[in-house]
């Protein structure tokens, strides 16, 4: 039996996030440039959201481009502003055809204005879209979400007072760049790197992780197939024993 063969459709997560990692390590083993690797990065990306759509998964969550990242070259920055436009270019009209609704988490404003006005434009010619949600973290760090969420909270309190005790999980979720998202039952971090590089800090806290040594470009169809089997095979106690299941 092939590993799609092995999925229960049933327990297909309804959220999947991805550390999409290597692209440079990748350019560099080929002896290309690390924009090379980038634009195969950009492929896999296409793979991953056409068979996530396949599979129904509602919530695909990429990340794309961390507060970091913009330390990185201006070169480098500048390419993979450009690969995010040419991308949207290219295949927005396939998305939308296809029922993906495009979102965007992160400080949206921090981006240059041609790559806001593109995003913007895929945000709402899909926003009615009912198939699978891709959410891009543009400009985003776990940290970033948290802060801005606290900065909303505070000034919400100015306008209307805001009882301490009110203040729960679900309060807080309110105020996250994932507000109507569901946590991520799975995260796949590709490049055999073991951290969470200040991703989804808050949603991730009983996400199963799923490591592999691809390097992104070189990541497939069969290797995600196998990071779903495999986290359909755990057992998720959120803290619970298994008798309690
Ligand atoms: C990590 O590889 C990847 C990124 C910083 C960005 C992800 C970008 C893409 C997959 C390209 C296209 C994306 C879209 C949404 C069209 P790295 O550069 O950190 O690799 P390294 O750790 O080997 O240097």
Redesign the pocket.
Known sequence: MSLQEQLIKERIPQHVAII?????????QQNKN?VA???K??D??RMIIETAARLEIKHLT?????TE?WN?PKL?VEA?MA??IS?IDKELNTLDKNNIKVNVIGDMDSLPSNVQKKLRTAIERTQRNSGLQVN?ALSYSGRWDITSAIQNIVKDSQKQAIDPTSINEDFIQKYLSTHDIPDPELLIRT?G?YRISNFLLWQLAYTEMHFSHK??PEFTKEDFFDALLKYQQRERRFGKTSEQL
Do not use: C, I
Request: no cysteine; hydrophobic share 40%; aromatic share 18%.
């Open positions: 999409m990692d290597g692209n440079g390590r990748w350019a560099k690390r690797g980038h634009k990065g950009a896999t990306v990429l990340y794309a481009f961390s990242n990185r480098e993979l690969l995010l991308s891009f490049s790197e390097y992104w």
